[in-house]
């Protein structure tokens, strides 16, 4: 997986990484280039339940250095299989996007409301959900992520936390989607490019390959990306079975993600509020006087 002069090289086995490690240096060697070997990691990606031992990759008779996660195109590749520390990253980058224009943007009285929104949609969540589209999130993902979006929109709208203001009436004064509907959107749209490729495509490959040895763990194992596209595709009223055929065609693929990613961001905000409703009516009954027993009733008006 090379992009420009940076290079992700898997490998199923030590041997296998050594082999492909020496081969791509002999051939940069071949084009006059040179691999830096500081700048050069191995990450170790352990089995479940299991801890493999060092690799020990070398190049040039230089050990490559092991870690445990390290950036590739802005995007951080950990020895888990989780998208945590990525998460973690955008976050980090959408709250500098969002600091070096505070001054020129959102701290700018001559620009209106809607200038700002805009600005904040263009950059700074897009900064946000970059790669979105590729992550495996978990519910604590998202709202780690919904929490940011909050954030800067109630400090642009100026909004204090005092006025109890519910986050769908944030969301609908700003005229901005939920992250969640979002993500969905840019995930069913991923998933028909991809679909729609050819078979010796690397990415159709890998969202249609599966192990050949290995055994999902008892339990609750890790949580794979077909998985979330078959939850995402029943959340959106697309049938997983036939989902495959009607994203052949761009178009009708295009206004089936609209159409199911509108109906989710409806549906989810009719949920919220009959929760916040039946969370009211819970404070406002009245609570029953407490009880104490029988044995203390007469030593207390004794």
């Not at 940069?28 to 089995?47: C, N, W």
Request: aromatic share 8%.
């Amino acid at each position: 997986m090379q992009y420009a002069d940076d290079n992700a090289t898997p490998g199923q086995t030590a041997e296998d990484l050594q082999r492909t490690a020496t081969t791509y240096n002999t051939v940069y060697e071949r084009f006059g280039m040179q691999v830096s070997t500081d700048k050069t990691k191995a990450l170790i990606q352990h089995p479940p339940g299991q801890i493999l031992p060092n690799i020990n990759t070398t190049i040039n008779e230089h050990t490559l250095e092991e870690v445990d996660q390290f950036s590739y195109l802005e995007s951080i590749l950990t020895s888990t299989p989780t998208c945590k520390k990525d998460v973690e990253n955008r976050i980090r980058a959408a709250h500098s996007a969002y600091g070096r224009l505070s001054c020129r943007v959102f701290n700018n009285h001559a620009l209106t409301m809607a200038t700002k929104i805009m600005v904040v949609q263009a950059i700074v969540l897009s900064t946000l959900l970059y790669a979105c589209e590729t992550w495996t999130l978990y519910r604590s993902d998202i709202q780690s992520l919904e929490r940011f979006q909050q954030y800067k929109l109630r400090q642009i709208l100026k909004i204090p936390w005092e006025s109890h203001t519910t986050n769908i009436a944030v969301l609908n004064q700003a005229s901005v989607t939920s992250v969640e509907a979002t993500i969905i959107h840019h995930r069913l749209r991923w998933a028909g490019h991809v679909q729609r490729m050819e078979p010796f495509r690397l990415p159709k490959i890998m969202l249609y390959g599966e192990l050949a040895n290995g055994t999902r763990p008892r339990g609750a194992p890790k949580l794979r990306y077909k998985d979330q596209l078959k939850r995402t595709l029943a959340l959106t009223n697309n049938d997983p079975s036939s989902w495959e055929q009607t994203a052949r065609d761009r178009v009708t693929w295009r206004r089936a993600v609209h159409q199911g990613t509108t109906a989710f961001e409806e549906k989810r905000k009719e949920n919220e509020e009959a929760k916040r409703r039946r969370r009211r009516e819970r404070q406002e009954q009245p609570r029953p006087p407490p009880t104490l027993p029988c044995e203390l009733c007469p030593r207390l008006f004794h």
